[in-house]
């Protein structure tokens, strides 16, 4: 059973850098031929895919969000984490992580943690 945990600070000031990390248990993050997400949902809004780590390194990300986000992985420690440059309060929402075997079909979720960015 894969199981995805997020974790990070629930407060980050405008203008500062979000930065969330995903522990992996249960599989690992370099198994072929999965795909590691990012994925939020702000409040009253639906799920917008943020972008996604391949199981050998490759990166993609939403081209709305790519000039700002930046995702990166530790095979030592089977995470995989993400980066969101200069936040507004429009970036506060549940962010989640999520295995799937594309960018956009989801098999393990983790259960969100939230994010509110404010002064």
């Known amino acids: 059973q894969v199981q995805l945990q997020e974790s990070g600070p629930g407060l980050v000031k405008p203008s500062q850098t979000l930065s969330l990390t995903c522990t992996v248990s249960?599989?690992?993050?370099?198994?072929?031929?999965?795909?590691w997400s990012w994925i939020r949902q702000p409040p009253g809004k639906g799920l917008e895919w943020m972008g996604a780590?391949?199981?050998?390194?490759?990166?993609y990300y939403s081209p709305s969000l790519k000039s700002r986000t930046s995702i990166s992985r530790d095979t030592s420690k089977n995470q995989f984490s993400l980066q969101l440059s200069s936040v507004t309060p429009e970036d506060t929402a549940v962010y989640y992580c999520?295995?799937?075997?594309?960018?956009?079909?989801?098999?393990?979720w983790g259960q969100g943690t939230q994010v509110t960015v404010s002064s």
């Open positions: 999520a295995r799937g075997v594309t960018t956009t079909q989801y098999d393990y």
């Open positions: 249960g599989g690992s993050i370099t198994t072929s031929y999965y795909y």
């Open positions: 780590i391949a199981y050998e390194g490759s990166n």
